[in-house]
């Protein structure tokens, strides 16, 4: 149980266009999901918190209007780089937790790459 | 939020037991202590969190030490498929506290065959 699905696995975007990725609980109700972004031999950072029905909250430096975060449902959370650029290429991640429980749960990441 | 410390690599060999530490001294009373792991090209894993007493799972076990200033994560017997980034990481409680998990650079596990 507590599966984190993200989508998609990778992706490859031309310079200038704005890329969704999608990360979804697919067997529980997560009003609060996480967006992490890591870039080769770093660790993960945490770009922002999710939270259903709101705004999301960004963490400092982290450019709200580039990274635009929709948590439209609880289970669902959608990040969208704007106006992609080659230093926006990383790994991205989402997280959630399922209320109640202790564990975080992680989707398998998305490879972006801006061309 | 809280900081922890960690050697940045380790090494160890097939089927023997590893012990990984983690120093965390500015713990505060209601903070928890997790661990989860990175393969590569992957979102990282739960393997374990507790609070005061030490907690065993199919996975691994954590000890934690009695003034909480640190903890190590114990697997018995290592596996190449345990070869990982494991990153151990403070939570606050979940009333009143952050919830978010803010990694560390966590440590480099190379078991050999």
């Known amino acids: 149980g507590a599966v984190v699905s993200q989508h998609p696995s990778w992706v490859i975007c031309k310079s200038g266009t704005s890329v969704k990725i999608e990360c979804r609980s697919l067997?529980?109700?997560?009003?609060?999901m996480f967006w992490y972004r890591q870039f080769p031999k770093q660790s993960l950072m945490l770009m922002a918190t999710?939270?259903?029905?709101?705004?999301?909250t960004y963490e400092q430096g982290v450019e709200k209007d580039k990274f635009l975060i929709n948590h439209a449902s609880l289970t669902l959370s959608t990040l969208t780089v704007t106006s992609a650029h080659p230093e926006d290429s990383s790994f991205y991640i989402c997280s959630a937790k399922p209320w109640g429980k202790g564990r975080y749960t992680f989707g398998s990441g998305t490879r972006l790459t801006v061309v | 939020d809280a900081k922890t410390t960690q050697p940045n690599s380790m090494e160890s060999n097939e089927e023997e037991p590893v012990h990984l530490p983690c120093n965390h001294s500015t713990i505060s009373g209601t903070d928890y202590i997790h661990w989860y792991r990175q393969l590569p090209s992957q979102g990282p894993e739960y393997v374990i969190h507790g609070l005061t007493s030490n907690v065993n799972n199919r996975m691994a076990s954590l000890a934690i030490a009695e003034d909480r200033k640190s903890s190590t994560l114990i697997l018995h017997r290592a596996t190449l498929r345990d070869a990982a980034v494991y990153y151990c990481?403070?939570?606050?409680?979940?009333?009143?506290?952050?919830?978010?998990?803010?990694f560390g650079k966590g440590t480099k596990l190379t078991v050999n065959p």
């Open positions: 999710s939270n259903e029905g709101s705004k999301a």
């Open positions: 067997d529980f109700q997560a009003t609060t």
């Open positions: 990481i403070l939570r606050g409680a979940p009333q009143g506290g952050s919830e978010k998990l803010v």
